[in-house]
């Protein structure tokens, strides 16, 4: 639940798989389904049978991902517990996959925030009917408290907080005042959009036991955390004791949830750890069984191999793996797959490459949407080479079913044409010459024309660099140039490894490499689920994609982040949809699969998809009698 | 023998040292900003500036070299970037389950590939020496990795004799707690390690037995298997000697792909997901451990050659 | 008088000392096959032996003769793809051929046993000696393991190793190649068997030694009452201590007869030029060895007529046609020859002029100058801490060449003479003392005046087979140094090789083969030619001929002396054979341990030696000439070789001197003179010292 999980984070996994491609056999893959709710893959079964007490979960954790820090506000190297939310809540819950919210009201620590002041103040008000196990009510000194921490630790190094943006939260807290004990009044520097509050703030938030861990040291005196100083000392204390894994289970800090479980069991060695339910929970629905086993995986062709012996009970898995489903059912598992909620797959533009006028070319609309027709993204979804039907097409940054899907809904301001993009080159100007390919014979400005700076000539030929695994981001890559070669578009494929385009491509933060990358292809980005995209999009963004600028854009973006306006992002995806900031490929499909003899309410597992096991609520299954 | 020793470790040190200085100059202009590498592509300029300057990389190089080495001195081997443990930490808890696993797997191996290498040199040319060898370069040539996924769908999806991974437990003692868990990972090591012990071990028996006295001994009267167990197996094992030497730092971290796939973590697979996380004191420390397992492991193999063959002295 | 094999073995019955004894081991008709791929090779064909009680046979022939392959056959013990394709052995009457496995096993080792030649491998290296000899017992005569060892150290007492108890617990390579083959002789010995066979049993042995060894095998035959086979490639071995010979060529028995008969009055004339192509130490060096053309025949190809015809001057079309059968004349003495001869050949005159060798005035440089060179090389690695040992090679060595003139270099293995040889050449650099060529010294070279002046010495080395560089052709090997030191236009080198073949009487056809594809005696030809390529003045020749076999190495040894006379050569050439070095030198050094104890011409050295070592050396080879009038064992030297890390204070030969005194302890004699041209190292010279040696006044 952070601002755009970045893709890096993920490279392990991607690397595994890529060996795990090998055992993938014959069978076929489920056939791709799709309907309003967006599932794309298999079915969700409707909660079944009755709950019987007891019985251990266990769960297959993300490969190459073990838990190193049990303190929430984690710093950006750290890796998180899975199921953190299991023993401390965010401040708002995560609305289910589907759902057209983001935020469940109903599950959440407080109700949803009331602005005021032009939009510069929020008021949250926590409800009454969460407690932490040492008893104590969660209330607003606790969301006071997590702040303080985070504002303590970001005055040490920027390092120290993962959801660190330079000028953003928490910097840009004017004043934050608990105006009664369950009652927050925060006030930012600048009128905030009430939905960018509520996704990219508020929903970031953890309370933490603002009575129990107010100290610096074991036994210690307990501070007032409002003083800065004493912020820092307890950060400090706090921050070396929850990298102590070989105390994870037995300090006694980290017993003090408000969540359904607690940590009963820590491995240092693998990562593998076991939560047995918390006595003390107060919230709905606590948890039937009696533990939950999250085991730790070398790699995801271990984790298959568990799964088809029958020996787990959730894991999460990505597109890959859709044709392993069909033998995961014969193992009495259920699956479902569908992309997770803020996803996008983009062929990211090099708006300012040079070589071969590409610029000039690019900054064409009609170039764009003439790319665009020829990307077949139900093609690809369907492709058993790409997708094998687990994946979902992707138009702009809303996702289809949320309240921030652009206005053309599901359908395709650009769909699959070749004969539409060879028209409208047709139409401004380039002609196809005996070879084929096109070159500009109406140079200018006018209708009917190439487009400024376009001389006489000018042939549409530029590179496309793609990540070499996994082998879908190479196939669907292929298959796109391919088609254009049809229309007199001549693009160079190059596969590169990841962390080549990382380093060199996207962003351009490599200068030297600025002219010798047109497109690139890295597989998906993860945005918030207030999917704005200022933080990538925005002229002058610290991390600005193929450094897009376009004013109409920017005006947009501000709107979603700074106006009232709750329609404000519907126009800025719509727009980007339209106006092609990037070239769209199809999202794939992340699949939960979970075995039959466990149950719950059908929401709990498709969440798997979400974030893999990111967002949990592991309280919410059971065994059948 | 005691000044062979003294020798032999004063010298290693000297090599050790030498690792280390040519490790962490090379890394050092690999890695760039480590800031950058730990807190990734996405943070903030000023969070990769902190961090920097909080671990100290904005020094001289050779200021660090030097402190490192002073810390290596005290016996630390530093913190990983990642993993929020000391780097001592980290391979303590590897290194024993990782060294068990292919400790079992290098026992097995020279069980079969010691009968497997002198049986082929004395069938040799038949069709059982020919099969024995188009196995072995079969096993050689498989990727690991497949294997153990081949073993995997056989004995444990087809025939459920075996369980697919390997034992959970912390304990380096699984091996003998878990037998049945361990058995496919343990298979699959060996498989590989049996190919290239068989063929060397047949070789050298080849040698051994074209030497005059495998042919007294006959002359003496007496039986084949007394030839092989009395006079040709002392001798011919020595080329296997040194080569099970040289694999001693594969005992600690030739295991990756084992590991892999049989979800066992071991030393193999924190190299990996070091190198993939940039983390540099685990990369660093454990390619000194390669090298001091690499000097230790030669050492090994000349005392066991000098026991197993007198001609050979260890004189300082 | 042609015989079939029945009346063949009758013949071989008569005529032998041992005639009443009944026939302990009889080979009939025996003939062998190996099989390796498509190829077949017939190493033995139609053999008949026959071995009585108390007998030692002789089978003597060259490489690739049969002899040890019959060795083999009656031990059952043949190689790889081997087969008996017909005939038979018994043994005491038994059939051996075809018997069980498990019952020839009882006979190995039990009844039969076999002596090997020496070589480290020839016992495990890592298993002590004393099991190695008891393993035998317990097998053979089972018991204790007490009893085992208990007999084990007998027969080590027997075979006279010193202090069998201690040496018992030694491994192989603590011992010297003596002591390590009467340790081979005592694991054959240890069941006390009837048949002994022993193959090349003193092949790798030094003279001295080899003397000890052979007389202990005849000892040990007649005190424990067996029949030896004695196998070997030397006809003087053979003639020392055979009761009858056989001699085989091709794998065929050419000439069987007791030994006195066989060398005076042999009538195979195999066996004839055989004998006149082997230098002696009687020989008259006026007289160019005669030297048998050719090399012998392929195994490989169905042989028809006599197999010695192509090399035999005797031969007619008769001989290439059938193959002669078996003559038999009185006294055992049986062949198969169409042709027989009458005794040895007369004496042939040399062809080329003997220049007497041209001694040099001492007013002349010397062209060879070696002055007090002295080589270390040191022993275990190198080491932080501590000193450390070395082995001391050469200790302090002089001695001049004069242009044209050659000098032998004898002495036993490890005595030091090759590592001179190397340092002469300039392959190795001494650890001091020099080496004047021409009075220039090359120890003093830089590397690149070194470079220049290294055509003028060169070196011939033992095994040519090692010494070629197999990947190149013959044109190539020899072209090379010409081209390295940029001699000649190309043309010239080619007219300069084809010239070299000739020289050495190689073909011209030679240059396209490659080494492997020539025989020793041809590869040895083309390393002279090598060495000669660069018309150097100095040539050192170490063991040129002791790889060859011996009908080949009269074809070498009549080569080098005709070369060197012709171009004028100052030569050193080394060898452990005194008579090769007699045959080939003018003067000749005596080497023991690292240093020079006699240094004389030829004729003073061999006839009138003066240092008790080298008479003792002299005394081993009279051991085992076959034509020498007596023999006489007062002066062999006893015992091994001492260390040459530690080597002896004093006189270093006093451990092996029966003349020592407590005087060779304690001050090490120089070199002084006999006579003008002849020296000593010995406080005790067996020729007494001139008074007033020129040296010393």
């Known amino acids: 639940m952070t601002t755009f999980i970045t893709h890096r984070a993920l490279r392990g996994v991607v690397a595994l798989a890529a060996a795990s491609l090998l055992i993938a056999g014959c069978s076929s893959a489920e056939p791709a389904g799709s309907g309003p709710t967006g599932a794309v893959f298999g079915s969700l079964p409707t909660s079944a049978g009755e709950p019987k007490a007891g019985g251990v979960v266990t769960v297959a954790q993300a490969v190459g991902l073990a838990p190193n820090n049990f303190y929430p506000n984690r710093a950006s190297s750290d890796s998180p517990f899975s199921a953190q939310q299991a023993m401390f809540k965010y401040l708002y819950a995560a609305a289910d996959v589907g759902s057209t919210q983001s935020i469940n009201a109903d599950l959440s620590l407080a109700e949803l925030p009331k602005a005021s002041d032009e939009g510069k103040t929020f008021t949250i008000k926590m409800k009454d009917n969460y407690k932490w196990s040492d008893g104590k009510q969660v209330n607003a000194a606790d969301v006071i408290f997590s702040i303080d921490l985070i504002k303590a630790a970001i005055a040490e190094s920027p390092a120290n907080y993962y959801g660190y943006v330079l000028g953003g939260f928490p910097e840009n807290v004017v004043s934050m005042t608990a105006t009664d004990t369950d009652t927050l009044e925060l006030t930012l520097k600048d009128s905030t959009n009430p939905d960018f509050f509520l996704n990219n703030v508020a929903s970031t938030l953890i309370p933490l036991p603002s009575t129990a861990w107010n100290i610096a040291a074991a036994g210690g005196e307990h501070l007032d955390s409002t003083v800065p100083a004493n912020a820092t000392a307890i950060y400090n204390y706090l921050s070396k004791q929850g990298r102590e894994q070989s105390t994870f289970a037995s300090n006694p800090l980290w017993q003090v949830v408000n969540g359904p479980f607690r940590l009963q069991n820590f491995e240092a060695a693998t990562g593998g750890y076991t939560l047995v339910p918390n006595d003390k929970y107060t919230g709905p629905s606590p948890s039937?069984?009696?533990?939950?086993?999250?085991?730790?995986?070398?790699?995801?062709?271990?984790?298959?191999?568990?799964?088809?012996?029958?020996?787990?009970?959730?894991?999460?898995?990505?597109?890959?793996?859709?044709?392993?489903?069909?033998?995961?059912?014969?193992?009495?598992?259920?699956?479902?797959?569908?992309?997770?909620?803020?996803?996008?797959?983009?062929?990211?533009?090099?708006?300012?490459?040079?070589?071969?006028?590409?610029?000039?070319?690019?900054?064409?609309?009609?170039?764009?949407?003439?790319?665009?027709?020829?990307?077949?993204?139900?093609?690809?979804?369907?492709?058993?080479?790409?997708?094998?039907?687990?994946?979902?097409?992707s138009y702009t940054i809303g996702q289809v079913g949320t309240r921030f899907a652009p206005s053309f809904g599901d359908k395709a301001p650009y769909p699959f044409d070749p004969a539409a993009a060879a028209k409208l080159l047709t139409d401004n100007g380039w002609t196809a010459g005996s070879d084929g390919s096109r070159t500009c014979t109406s140079p200018g400005t006018g209708t009917g024309n190439c487009g400024a700076g376009i001389p006489a000539g000018q042939t549409l030929s530029f590179n496309l660099l793609y990540a070499s695994s996994p082998e879908a981001i190479a196939?669907?890559?292929?298959?796109?140039?391919?088609?254009?070669?049809?229309?007199?578009?001549?693009?160079?494929?190059e596969a590169k490894s990841l962390n080549f385009l990382y380093e060199n491509a996207d962003n351009n933060a490599a200068p030297a490499f600025k002219d010798q990358w047109a497109m690139a292809d890295e597989g998906s980005f993860n945005a918030s689920t207030y999917p704005t995209a200022s933080s990538y999009l925005k002229t002058g963004a610290s991390f600005n994609l193929g450094q897009y600028s376009d004013p109409r854009a920017d005006a947009l973006m501000t709107a979603s982040e700074r106006s009232s306006d709750p329609n404000a992002l519907v126009a800025e995806t719509t727009y980007l949809g339209e106006n092609l900031p990037y070239l769209f490929m199809p999202n794939p499909a992340n699949i939960a699969v979970w075995k039959s003899d466990i149950s719950g309410p059908p929401a709990s597992f498709a969440n798997i998809t979400r974030y893999g096991l990111g967002l949990l609520d592991p309280q919410l299954w059971y065994f059948q009698k | 023998m005691a000044w062979y020793v003294l020798r032999r470790l004063a010298i290693s040190i000297l090599v050790l040292i030498g690792i280390t200085a040519v490790v962490y100059f090379l890394l050092y202009f690999v890695q760039g900003s480590p800031g950058r590498a730990v807190l990734g592509q996405r943070a903030s300029p000023e969070s990769v500036a902190a961090f920097n300057t909080e671990h100290g990389f904005d020094r001289p190089v050779l200021v660090q070299y030097f402190s490192y080495l002073g810390q290596l001195l005290s016996g630390d081997l530093g913190q990983s970037y990642k993993l929020n443990q000391s780097v001592a930490t980290l391979l303590g808890q590897n290194a024993a389950r990782s060294a068990m696993l292919s400790l079992a797997a290098l026992v097995l191996a020279l069980v079969i590939a010691i009968p497997l290498g002198i049986w082929q040199a004395v069938k040799r040319n038949t069709v059982g020496d020919h099969l024995a060898t188009a196995a072995s370069y079969t096993l050689y040539a498989t990727p690991q990795f497949l294997l153990g996924l081949i073993l995997i769908a056989i004995f444990s999806q087809a025939i459920p004799l075996f369980p697919s991974q390997a034992s959970q437990s912390p304990s380096p003692w699984v091996i003998f707690t878990d037998p049945r868990s361990m058995t496919l990972p343990v298979i699959t090591i060996a498989l590989t390690s049996i190919a290239v012990f068989a063929r060397y071990q047949r070789t050298a028996t080849l040698e051994q037995l074209g030497q005059d006295y495998i042919k007294v001994a006959r002359a003496k009267g007496l039986p084949e298997r007394m030839i092989l167990t009395r006079h040709l197996l002392r001798n011919s094992c020595q080329p296997l000697i040194t080569l099970v030497g040289l694999s001693v730092p594969a005992l600690l971290a030739g295991n990756l792909i084992a590991e892999t796939v049989f979800n066992y973590s071991g030393l193999g697979l924190l190299f990996l997901n070091s190198l993939q996380r940039e983390d540099y004191p685990v990369l660093l420390a454990y390619t000194l451990i390669g090298g001091a397992l690499t000097v230790f492991g030669n050492f090994l193999a000349d005392v066991a050659l000098a026991i197993t063959d007198p001609r050979i002295e260890l004189s300082a | 008088m042609i015989l079939d094999s029945d009346a063949a073995q009758k013949a071989d019955t008569l005529g032998s000392p041992h005639r009443e004894d009944p026939d302990l081991l009889a080979i009939r008709d025996l003939s062998i096959e190996i099989r390796s791929g498509d190829r077949i090779v017939r190493p033995v064909s139609n053999v008949s032996l026959r071995l009585r009680r108390g007998e030692t046979l002789g089978v003597v022939g060259e490489s690739g003769s049969g002899k040890s392959m019959t060795g083999l056959a009656i031990m059952g013990m043949l190689p790889a793809g081997g087969i008996v394709t017909s005939g038979s052995i018994t043994m005491d009457g038994k059939e051996l051929i075809g018997m069980p496995e498990s019952d020839y096993r009882a006979v190995r080792g039990n009844d039969i046993a076999m002596v090997f030649q020496d070589s480290l491998s020839a016992l495990n290296p890592t298993r002590r000696i004393g099991d190695q000899v008891a393993e035998p017992i317990l097998l053979h005569l089972g018991g204790s393991k007490r009893a085992a060892r208990q007999r084990a150290?007998?027969?080590?007492?027997?075979?006279?190793?010193?202090?069998?108890?201690?040496?018992?617990?030694?491994?192989p390579h603590q011992l010297s190649g003596g002591m390590r083959q009467r340790v081979m002789i005592a694991m054959a010995l240890a069941c006390e068997p009837r048949v002994v066979i022993a193959d090349e049993p003193t092949t790798a042995l030094d003279a001295t030694i080899q003397a000890q060894i052979l007389d202990l095998l005849n000892d040990l035959k007649s005190q424990l009452g067996m029949a030896m086979i004695l196998v070997s490639h030397d006809i003087g071995v053979i003639a020392g201590h055979a009761d009858r010979v056989a001699v085989m060529y091709s794998g065929r028995v050419a000439e069987t007869g007791l030994t006195p008969t066989l060398f005076g009055d042999m009538r195979h004339r195999y066996t004839q030029s055989l004998l006149a192509s082997i230098p002696t130490i009687t020989h008259d060096k006026a007289d160019e060895l005669f030297s048998i053309p050719g090399s012998p025949p392929d195994l490989a190809m169905p042989q028809v007529g006599c197999p010695f015809a192509p090399r035999c001057a005797a031969a007619t079309d008769l001989c290439h046609e059938a193959a002669p059968g078996l003559t038999l004349e009185a006294a055992g003495h049986s062949y198969s020859c169409w042709h027989p001869a009458t005794g040895p050949s007369a004496p042939m005159r040399s062809r080329i002029a003997t220049a007497t060798a041209t001694i040099a005035g001492p007013e002349a440089t010397p062209r060879l100058s070696v002055r007090n060179l002295v080589r270390e090389y040191p022993v275990g690695g190198s080491t932080l801490f501590g000193g450390r040992k070395t082995v001391k090679a050469v200790s302090g060595v002089?001695?001049?060449?004069?242009?044209?003139?050659?000098?032998?270099?004898?002495?036993?293995?490890?005595?030091g003479k090759s590592s001179l040889g190397r340092m002469i050449v300039a392959l190795d650099r001494p650890s001091s003392g020099e080496v004047l060529l021409a009075g220039d010294s090359v120890t003093r070279m830089g590397s690149r005046e070194l470079g220049r002046r290294r055509a003028e010495l060169q070196m011939m080395f033992q095994d040519p087979l090692a010494s070629l560089n197999p990947r190149m052709r013959i044109e190539t090997i020899l072209r090379?140094?010409?081209?390295?030191?940029?001699?000649?236009?190309?043309?010239?080198?080619?007219?300069?090789?084809?010239?070299?073949?000739?020289?050495?009487?190689?073909?011209?056809?030679?240059?396209?083969?490659?080494?492997?594809?020539?025989?020793?005696?041809?590869?040895?030809?083309?390393g002279l030619a090598r060495a000669l390529a660069l018309n150097p003045l100095v040539l050192v020749a170490d063991e040129p001929v002791s790889a060859l076999d011996v009908s080949v190495r009269s074809q070498v040894l009549n080569l080098m002396r005709r070369t060197q006379h012709e171009l004028g050569l100052s030569s050193v050439v080394i060898s452990h054979d005194l008579a090769v070095v007699r045959y080939l030198a003018d003067r000749v050094g005596v080497m023991y341990l690292g240093k020079l104890v006699e240094v004389g011409t030829c004729d003073e050295?061999?006839?009138?030696?003066?240092?008790?070592?080298?008479?003792?050396?002299?005394?081993?080879?009279?051991?085992?000439?076959?034509?020498?009038?007596?023999?006489?064992?007062?002066?062999?030297?006893?015992?091994?070789?001492?260390?040459?890390?530690?080597?002896?204070?004093?006189?270093?030969f006093r451990t092996r001197c029966s003349q020592a005194s407590e005087l060779c302890a304690v001050v090490e004699p120089p070199l002084e003179s006999i006579s003008g041209t002849h020296q000593v190292a010995c406080h005790f010279p067996l020729v007494p010292k001139q008074i007033a040696s020129p040296t010393t006044t």
Do not use: W
Request: proline content about 7%; charged content about 20%.
């Open chain 3, 153 to 171: 150290e007998e027969v080590l007492a027997l075979v006279g190793l010193p202090r069998p108890s201690e040496k018992m617990n030694d491994y």
């Open chain 3, 605 to 652: 050295v061999y006839s009138t030696p003066a240092h008790p070592y080298t008479a003792g050396l002299l005394a081993a080879v009279a051991d085992t000439d076959p034509l020498a009038a007596d023999r006489e064992n007062g002066t062999a030297v006893r015992g091994d070789l001492p260390s040459a890390i530690t080597p002896p204070s004093g006189c270093r």
């Open chain 1, 475 to 493: 196939n669907r890559n292929t298959a796109f140039i391919s088609a254009a070669k049809q229309v007199g578009i001549t693009i160079t494929g």
């Open chain 3, 480 to 526: 090379e140094p010409l081209d390295i030191q940029n001699i000649d236009t190309r043309g010239q080198r080619a007219i300069r090789v084809r010239h070299l073949l000739d020289q050495v009487g190689l073909p011209a056809g030679v240059m396209e083969r490659y080494p492997h594809e020539l025989s020793g005696g041809q590869r040895q030809r083309v």
């Open chain 1, 288 to 393: 039937k069984v009696e533990a939950m086993k999250f085991l730790p995986f070398t790699s995801t062709s271990a984790m298959m191999n568990q799964l088809k012996a029958g020996a787990l009970s959730v894991g999460a898995l990505d597109a890959s793996f859709a044709s392993e489903v069909t033998a995961l059912k014969q193992q009495g598992y259920n699956s479902y797959g569908r992309p997770g909620p803020t996803q996008f797959n983009p062929v990211v533009i090099n708006f300012k490459n040079t070589t071969n006028n590409f610029d000039k070319v690019i900054a064409q609309l009609y170039v764009r949407q003439a790319l665009q027709h020829l990307i077949d993204q139900p093609g690809y979804i369907k492709s058993r080479g790409i997708y094998g039907g687990a994946g979902a097409p």
């Open chain 3, 398 to 415: 002089s001695f001049d060449v004069a242009a044209g003139e050659t000098f032998g270099l004898v002495g036993e293995s490890g005595c």
